[in-house]
């Protein structure tokens, strides 16, 4: 390990072949993929010819301390790969939006349409009219009082009365 800190490339050659099978067998275990294991196992072998200088002899063997870097290199990999994926799911539910629920939405609009129908036979008869041409017709104000022959402001009196009726039926808070 001496020679390897000190930048022997035949040295490191040496220890390259007698710990890589190691190394990718500790790797292997840990991945369970043949292809993120030989990437995983080379970075392991750069790191002990870049951290050569580090390897303390009275700590452990060379292949205890080569086993203990290949195993905990392994498992930041499992972790990193884990942590992206919790991260994409999280994001995925966050972007979920709940499927369109056409029956839902079309039980949810006929009860609305019959609380309305409901609530518009409980006005007067010239309420509900003027109520009627200018909500479903689309008529103003001047057209339903042409329509009624009825003159204006008594229209407008009998919508503003209608629709102050409506709302309290439907229950609609102002």
């Known amino acids: 390990m001496d020679k ?6 035949q040295a490191f050659s040496a220890l ?4 890589a099978p190691l190394v990718f067998g500790i790797v292997l275990k840990v991945l369970r993929d043949r292809a993120q294991s030989e990437e995983v196992a080379q970075e392991v072998m750069i790191d002990l010819w870049r951290q050569a200088a580090r390897y303390r002899s009275e700590a452990g063997s060379v292949t ?12 930041d990999r499992v972790r990193s790969a884990q942590a992206a994926a919790d991260r994409e799911q999280a994001q995925a539910a966050r972007e979920h939006r709940p499927a369109f629920d056409e029956v839902s939405e079309q039980v949810e609009t006929r009860l609305e349409s019959e609380q309305v129908r409901r609530c518009l ?4 008869e010239l309420q509900r009219q003027a109520v009627t041409l200018a909500y479903y017709r689309g008529l103003t104000y001047r057209e339903v009082a042409e329509a009624l ?7 407008k009196t009998r919508m503003r009365d209608g629709l102050i009726r409506l709302r309290d039926c439907m229950g609609v808070t102002a």
Do not use: E, N
């Open 121 to 124: 036979r409980g006005l007067t």
């Open 16 to 19: 390259y072949d007698a710990l």
């Open 64 to 75: 205890t301390w080569a086993a203990t870097i290949a195993h905990r290199r392994a498992v």
């Open 4 to 9: 390897v800190a000190h930048g022997d490339k």
């Open 149 to 155: 022959r009825t003159p204006l402001p008594t229209v």
